[in-house]
């Protein structure tokens, strides 16, 4: 059984198993995990590899975010909107302007939070604000993120842990 402290759940090994074998499944805390299908698993181990939750980039991850910190003002407006007191508007205008795209979390139609990708300031408007629940990131998503960072554009990926 997976260690969900040791997951996010943010299906980046779903979208790099070559045979299927990984769904993502909703379990009793309603949050969705990976679930290995061992029967056609090649143990190839490339979901591992990948995950950010793998020992040495989480102890990265770690030493990043208690390095960095940051005091910021935005416009008033842009700031209601928003959860980070205007700091994604702040880092997507750049990335845009740069003619780099961004990938944030929205609400869809039947209220469900998935990700998505844009170069629009519109509908990177969508993105501001906090979810409270855990977003639906696509095989695809992740297709064309890796599509874009191999293009050298500037990637700005933002709404998960």
Known sequence: MLDHTQCSGCGLCVSQCKTNAIKMKKMEDG???????????????????????????????????TLVSYLFKHDEDVRKESASGGFFTLLSDYVLEKKGVVYGAIYDEL?????????????RDRMRGSKYSQSNISPQIYELLRKDVE???IVLFTGTP
């Open 111 to 123: 209220y469900h939070v998935v990700h998505i990708r844009t170069e629009q300031k519109a509908i």
């Open 31 to 65: 949050f969705f995990y990976p679930i290995i299908n061992q029967t056609i698993c090649v143990r190839c181990w490339e979901c591992i590899e990948i995950c950010p939750f793998k020992e040495e980039k989480r102890d990265k991850i770690a030493i990043h975010q």
């Open 151 to 153: 293009s050298e554009r």
